[in-house]
């Protein structure tokens, strides 16, 4: 917090020491947690993005039960990542340790979206088209509240991903022949 301030009285260097004084005191604090999830962020190839994820997995491992981490975050983006790779082996791994597949179904549907657009991988579409469907009517029927919407309006919003997605499904069907 002091360093964020420091920042804007422009003094970078008080700042950069106070960071560096936090991350020695701190090895294992919010800092450096951030720190390793810019390096994610930053990875210019699949490979180090899935190095730096296993590192920050491995250093901050999640608690049990929990329904969404921010481990999520780095699963989901490496699960697409290696879908879109076709590495299925990779895709799947990742696919199955998220803990809240919600996000998962919003990145398949935009990523059939765009093969069916191009009209390459419609097998690959139609699955994942399909398995956003799954989850998303699983989601109409026990819909989860989030802050700022009411079981209902989530309802009302699922069920609107729902038939997007259904349209989805049936105009990949529908292309197949």
Request: aromatic share 8%.
């Amino acid at each position: 917090m002091l360093a964020v301030y420091l920042l804007s009285l422009r003094n970078r260097g008080s700042a950069d020491s106070l960071n560096a004084i936090v991350k020695i005191k701190f090895p294992g604090g919010l800092t450096v947690k951030n720190e390793m999830a810019d390096a994610f962020d930053k990875a210019g190839t699949l490979e180090k993005k899935d190095s730096v994820f296993n590192i920050l997995a491995k250093k901050y491992p999640e608690a049990t039960g929990d329904k969404s981490t921010s481990l999520d975050r780095f699963r989901l983006e490496l699960a697409m990542g290696y879908l879109e790779k076709d590495n299925r082996e990779k895709y799947g791994m990742y696919k199955s340790q998220l803990n809240d597949k919600t996000n998962l179904a919003d990145w398949q549907s935009e990523m059939a979206q765009g093969w069916v657009k191009g009209n390459t991988r419609l097998d690959d579409a139609e699955e994942i088209a399909k398995e956003s469907l799954d989850i998303y009517a699983a989601l109409v029927n026990n819909p989860v509240s989030t802050p700022y919407m009411s079981p209902s309006d989530a309802k009302r919003r699922n069920r609107s991903l729902y038939n997007g997605s259904a349209d989805l499904y049936a105009s990949i069907l529908a292309s197949k022949g």
